[in-house]
């Protein structure tokens, strides 16, 4: 690598490649210089390099769907665009019937994934959520069902007077395969007490996500960046969740979320770039050593940077989508659904193996 380490135009960059090419785990101040750092290029050989070690020229994507059954929320996020009260105009709620219309309505022939999460609804009980994955579950037995941020299922367990542990125990034998990692936000106490004062705390949603992995859920970890935070906010949250998954092991995938303003109600904040974006991602692959998947969520990137992502550590492109609300609402521009055959395509033109997985990242066909 001693030819690698002389075109790193950063020099300040080079003690932390050199920690890279020798496996040694890099530090708080390693992850901040990285992020300090605008010498995409050299980041990009780096992230690549390590990418390649953990998962060579395969890129993993899948077919899915996402259902939203509500977006009446409780909760009063600064930075959510999607959030109704209820009686509001544009509020809506799902029955259990609606949601199977819904999905009846959608070309499953090929999906693996449906992808569950909505408001924490004033109204709904322990046992509507439950007999929501159940009766999915029962219709579309070969579809895994990855449900509930961290936040839904606190909120889930309050309602029923039961155990973090005892619910996902029972919704795991109703179906539930995984869990995505939404709700992760930031971790920096200061800043989540503005943007969401009444959300589970970053303990919290680790905790939670402990409980999940020790049953033997997989679950997945997120980041939303590019609003208030700073490059520490980023740094120590990669390594709370590099912390945990050292404990556990239960993360699959974590997935930076790049924010959106539109309809928000955090001042002043604009879209991010695609440098910061790429820059993320970069990053989060080399700090995040423990972690198999580092994923791109084209929805909030962009088709064009998620594909471009790819030379810079990323190996997951999430999903055929179809449905979303959530990006929709603040701003979103990529639109929401992407055929298989589009995924395909940009993975290949970025000069890499198209490997179709599902929620558990079983491998089911290599392109
Ligand atoms: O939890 C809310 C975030 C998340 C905004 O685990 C916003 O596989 C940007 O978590 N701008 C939902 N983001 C999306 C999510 C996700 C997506 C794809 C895959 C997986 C997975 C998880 O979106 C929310 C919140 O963190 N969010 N508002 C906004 N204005």
Redesign the pocket.
């Known amino acids: 690598m001693e030819g690698i380490i002389n075109f790193i135009k950063d020099r300040r960059l080079i003690p932390v490649a050199e920690k890279i090419f020798s496996g040694e785990r890099l530090d708080f101040e390693d992850g901040l210089k990285l992020f300090k750092s605008n010498d995409l290029i050299s980041l990009g050989y780096i992230a690549d390099y390590v990418n390649r070690k953990k998962n060579g020229d395969n890129v993993y994507f899948n077919v899915n769907v996402h259902i939203t059954p509500t977006n009446i929320c409780v909760g009063t996020c600064k ?4 959030r109704k009260d209820k009686g509001d105009e544009g509020a809506y709620e799902l029955s259990i019937e609606k949601i199977l219309e819904k999905l009846a309505s959608l070309n499953l022939e090929e999906v693996t994934e449906v ?1 569950i ?1 909505g408001g924490l609804h004033p109204d709904w009980g322990y046992d509507y959520y439950l007999e929501m994955i159940k009766r999915v579950k029962e219709t579309y037995p070969q579809i895994q069902i ?1 449900a509930f ?1 961290a936040e839904e299922i606190k909120y889930i367990a309050e309602r029923g007077g039961k155990s973090v542990k005892d619910t996902l125990k029972e919704f795991k034998e109703a179906g539930l395969s995984s869990m ?6 930031i971790f920096n106490t200061v800043i989540r007490d503005k943007l969401c004062p009444e959300k589970i705390s970053a303990g919290e949603y680790l905790d939670i996500h402990k409980v999940a992995h020790k049953l033997g859920i997989k679950t ?1 970890a ?1 980041m ?1 960046f590019g609003h208030v935070e700073i490059y520490k906010d980023r740094v120590e949250h990669i390594l709370m969740l590099r912390e945990t998954q050292d404990e556990t092991g239960g993360f699959q ?1 974590f ?1 930076p ?4 303003p539109v309809n ?1 109600q955090v001042e002043g904040a604009e879209y991010t770039t695609a440098v910061d974006e790429i820059k993320t991602l970069a990053v989060s692959r080399l700090l995040l050593d423990n972690f198999d998947h580092i ?1 791109a ?1 084209w929805i ?1 990137l962009g088709e064009k940077v998620a594909q471009l992502s790819l030379f810079y550590g990323v190996d997951d492109l ?1 999903g055929t989508v179809v449905e979303e609300e ?2 929709q609402a ?1 701003g979103a521009k990529a639109g929401k659904y992407m055929p298989k055959e589009r995924l395909i395509r940009l993975i290949k033109e970025a000069g890499k193996i198209p490997v179709e997985r599902d929620a558990l990242y079983n491998i089911i066909k290599i392109y």
Do not use: Q
């Open positions: 930075f959510c665009a999607f992808h999460v990855k941020t995505p990692g939404g709700g992760g936000e997945n997120t939303l995938a997935i979320l790049s924010f959106h928000t994923k969520y909030m999430d959530i990006t603040a």
